[in-house]
């Protein structure tokens, strides 16, 4: 039974690990793109930094910021599906 939660703890940490890097790319991708649709276009109302502040804000609260989550609940799903079959089968 130990050897399930030991396992079930590195499973989470390698999955948080997963989610961090992820995260971090993901940003760093948004941010570049931000800067390249800025560069692109014209904007004389606002400085670049204020611009790419404000698309990094909206997308703090987008869908595919919420999308990563499913690093741990896909994962962690399936583990349970298959401990559940190994149980009762």
């Given at each position: 039974m130990f050897i399930w939660v030991f396992r079930l703890m590195v499973?989470?940490?390698i999955l948080t690990l997963?989610?961090?890097?992820?995260?971090?790319?993901?940003?760093?991708?948004?941010?570049?793109?931000?800067?390249?649709?800025y560069d692109a276009t014209d904007h004389v109302d606002e400085n670049r930094e204020e611009f790419v502040a404000e698309g990094m804000s909206r997308y703090e609260h987008s869908l595919s910021k919420r999308l990563l989550l499913g690093v741990f609940v896909?994962?962690?799903?399936?583990?349970?599906v298959l401990l559940l079959i190994a149980y009762y089968m």
């Open positions: 499973l989470f940490a997963i989610y961090v890097v992820l995260s971090q790319y993901s940003r760093w991708n948004h941010r570049k793109t931000l800067e390249a649709d896909l994962p962690i799903a399936i583990v349970a």
